[in-house]
Each structure stands twice: as structure tokens, then as C-alpha cells.
């Protein structure tokens, strides 16, 4: 019958961790019982086979070198890292950064100059543009150059507030009469259909295009039939359009 | 220059001043030692090598808490198993490479039993059953059987309660026994 005296006592024993009382107990126990005298016999045996037991031998280098590796190492002074210094730093650091991209990142300073196409849909949208549209004597001079409207007549109204552009023109005094009785919202375009059209700093459409792609097919019976109509708001036949202001007309004569 | 009588706590001292070399009788002193429990751990020279390089250079650039007074090998054997530790969870190699080193090194010779003596065999038997102990097993037995560190000090290098280390050491000396009997490792050889 196997003794059941816990084996962790007889361990604790081998080792000396027994409090006064467990030791005085378990030596008074091992007197009487032959089987934990030879379990303990055992221990002790096998812990003299764990102290003998082979371990690989350390290299060479483990031997001679280590300590020059070491004292390399330590008299190399640790790189400090700001995050190491304090726990304060991090936040403190990541808030300084932020504020300092903030303050960095450039207010729209890019000017919209004649070469540049801007969706005309999104002239009031397009934030980080700083729109600076002709100066009223180069609109008329487009305007009078394309004919669109007679001298005196275009009335160009600068934003009102900064990078808020409005482009308005009245109606051209003399309209072409085969536009003119053409109703631009009797125009049958397709629901599936967008419309991209082009117009110049009057308002004035100049090219026309349709497709539900990004690139859009030319249509020359839209063009034709919407070319040098005046629009304001942007849309065509009642539809949101894409719109381009052109203001590259006048170089493009050139 | 330092010599073997200078105490631990005198050369620590020094470090703590500003004078490297004083550390270098230290790394002397505890190498060896630090070697066979990191070897015990991983079962690798090469790792064991660099686990203690390791611990020797955490020890000295955490020098200044050191408490003057206290063991320093306690304190640099705590640095290094915790050190291991993390290392095997990283690795997962403990489980593997023990039985694979056992295995390497019985299969190696058995091909040539007349040139072994009898107590070779054991100490490979030995040697053997010891790599197969759960890295746990072997860390607190080597603590413990091989380095000679009381219960307290077990507790606080691998940071476990007192009564676990007793408790664990005796399922690790079941355990053993078990592999020995195991290995045909006969209770009275030694």
C-alpha cells in the first residue's frame, strides 16, 4: 500500500524548506515508514544525477571574448529615446506634432490661372483652389473677341466672398437666331447619359460631350445645338452637368 | 586593475560610479554558471551564449537599482531566466528542441556502444531525460538542484508564489524520475 504522505514534504525536506514543525513531523514519520525513507533515498539520488548531468561546453569565444563583447557593448551609450524619457512626453509630443502640421499645411494659395480647366460644377465646391477669375477688362475682352456678347454688355460680378466664384452673364444681346429658338431644356438626353460641356468665363458653352464614361464621346448634335448658349446655373436641360470652365479660349486663338 | 577578492557589492560600487571595468570580474565570476542554467533553458549553446551576453548587459545598464547588499547573482539570474523566458515564448522552440537533442544524442551513439563506457551511456541517459522535461521542469530543478537557490530566492527569480515553486519542484523531480525509469536509468547509478 503506497504511503500517503505527500511527496512535496519529502521534497521540501531534501531541500531544507520544511518549517520547524513539518521537519519534526515528517523525521518522526520517516523513522516508521520504509517506503519514504527509500522514496527520499531516491531523491537524493536523482538530484546527484541532474548535478552530474552533461551540458554542451561554451565555445571558445564564450570563454575569452565575452567580456571585451560586453564592455563594447556598455561603453556604448544607450540611444536615449524621447519615448523612454516620459510617459508625459508621448502625448505631449504626438499633440506638439499635430499642431505643427496644422499650422504648416498651406491655406489654398494655388491660383486658377487661364490655362486651367475647373469643373464648372464644382467652382463654389473646390475649397483648396484659391479661384481668381479674370479680371473684368479680360472677360469682356474674351467675351467680345468670341463675340458672345457687344461691347459694355457683360456684367461680371467678383466673388463676394473669398474662394467663391460666381460667373454670371446676361443674356447676349444679340443671339444667334437658330439658338435662339432652340429651348435648351427640350433637349431629349438619355437618364443614363452624363453631359460634359465646356464654357468659357461667360458662361458661354463652347464644346459639348455625352457619355457614361469617364471619357465622354463628342456630340456634334449637342454641341451644335447647345454651343453659345449661356448657362448659369450648371446644368443642361435641367440636368446637373459636368461643366468645364474654359479659359483657355484666348490663347488657343493665339 | 580588479581581482578575485574583491567583493560583488565592492565592484558594483564602482560600476555605479562611472568605472566600467569593474564589471568585468563579475561577468568572470558568473558566467559559467549563468551559462549551464540559460543552456538548461534552451538547449542551445549559441542561444545560451547570447542570453547571457544579454543578461549581462541589461544587468549593467540597470546597474543603479541594484540594491548594494542583496546576492548579485540572484539578481542577474532573475534578469537572465526572465530574459530566457520571453525568449522561448518568442521562439517556441522549447518544446521541440530538447526531445530533438535527446533524440540526436542517443541515435548518435548508439551506433557505438563498445566505445562508450558504462558511465557515459548514463550520463547520456542522463542527459537525455533531461532535455525531454518541460522547460518549466528544468528551469526550477536546475535553480534549484544545480545553482543551490532557496525556495525564496526561486520565488522571486521566476516570480511565483513560494508554495508553487515547492510544488512544482516535486512534480519536476516525479517527472524526471519517471523519464529516468524511462531511459532504463537504474535507481542506484549515479
Known amino acids: 500500500m503506497k504511503c500517503e504522505v505527500p511527496r512535496e514534504l519529502l521534497s521540501g525536506y531534501l531541500d531544507g524548506e520544511l518549517d520547524r514543525k513539518q521537519k519534526a513531523e515528517l523525521e518522526k514519520h520517516l523513522r516508521e515508514c520504509e517506503q519514504c525513507r527509500n522514496e527520499l533515498e531516491e531523491l537524493k539520488r536523482l538530484d546527484q544525477q541532474v548535478r552530474t548531468s552533461e551540458i554542451e561546453e561554451p565555445s571558445r569565444d564564450f570563454f575569452f571574448q565575452l567580456n571585451r563583447r560586453i564592455m563594447q557593448k556598455v561603453k556604448k551609450k544607450p540611444r536615449v529615446s524621447l519615448f523612454r524619457l516620459s510617459p508625459i512626453l508621448v502625448p505631449v509630443a504626438a499633440a506638439a506634432l499635430v499642431l505643427i502640421v496644422l499650422l504648416n499645411i498651406q491655406q489654398p494659395t494655388r491660383l486658377v490661372s487661364l490655362d486651367d480647366r475647373i469643373l464648372y460644377a464644382e467652382v463654389e465646391t473646390r475649397k483648396d483652389l484659391d479661384l481668381q477669375i479674370p479680371e473684368l477688362g479680360v472677360v469682356e475682352e474674351i467675351a467680345r473677341e468670341k463675340g458672345v456678347v457687344p461691347e459694355g454688355k457683360v456684367r461680371y460680378r467678383p466673388a463676394a466672398k473669398k474662394r467663391e466664384v460666381v460667373i454670371a452673364a446676361e443674356p447676349p444681346a444679340v443671339q444667334d437666331e437658330a439658338v435662339g429658338v432652340l429651348s435648351v431644356e427640350a433637349l431629349q438626353i438619355p437618364a443614363d447619359k452624363i453631359v460634359r460641356a465646356i464654357v468659357d468665363s461667360t458662361g458661354r458653352i463652347v464644346k459639348v460631350a455625352t457619355g457614361n464614361t469617364i471619357i465622354p464621346e463628342k456630340d456634334t448634335l449637342l454641341e451644335n445645338k447647345l454651343q453659345g448658349q449661356q448657362i448659369s446655373p450648371p446644368t443642361v436641360a435641367g440636368r446637373r452637368a459636368q461643366l468645364y470652365v474654359d479659359f483657355t479660349q484666348k490663347q488657343e486663338k493665339k | ?190
Open chain 2, 1 to 190: 586593475m580588479y581581482n578575485d577578492i574583491e567583493s560583488d557589492d565592492v565592484l558594483i560600487e564602482r560600476v555605479k560610479k562611472g568605472d566600467p571595468e569593474a564589471f568585468n570580474p563579475l561577468v568572470e565570476r558568473y558566467k559559467l554558471p549563468l551559462y549551464k542554467v540559460m543552456y538548461r533553458m534552451v538547449y542551445n549553446r549559441d542561444d545560451a551564449e547570447d542570453l547571457v551576453e544579454e543578461a549581462f548587459i541589461r544587468a549593467y545598464r540597470s546597474i543603479k537599482k541594484f540594491e548594494t547588499g542583496r546576492p548579485f547573482y540572484a539578481w542577474i539570474c532573475r534578469i537572465a531566466v526572465n530574459n530566457a523566458i520571453n525568449y522561448l515564448k518568442k521562439e517556441r522552440r522549447a518544446s521541440v528542441q530538447p526531445i530533438e537533442f535527446a533524440e540526436h544524442r542517443l541515435i548518435a551513439k548508439k551506433g557505438d556502444p563498445v566505445a562508450m563506457t558504462r558511465q557515459k551511456v548514463l550520463q547520456e541517459k542522463i542527459a537525455a531525460s533531461m532535455a525531454q522535461l518541460p522547460e518549466d521542469y528544468r528551469t526550477i530543478l536546475t535553480l534549484r538542484v544545480e545553482q543551490g537557490f532557496s525556495y525564496d530566492e526561486i520565488s522571486a527569480i521566476l516570480k511565483i508564489p513560494r508554495g508553487t515553486v515547492m510544488s512544482r519542484l516535486a512534480r519536476a523531480r516525479q517527472r524526471l524520475k519517471e523519464l529516468f525509469k524511462g531511459m532504463g536509468v537504474q535507481e542506484h547509478e549515479v
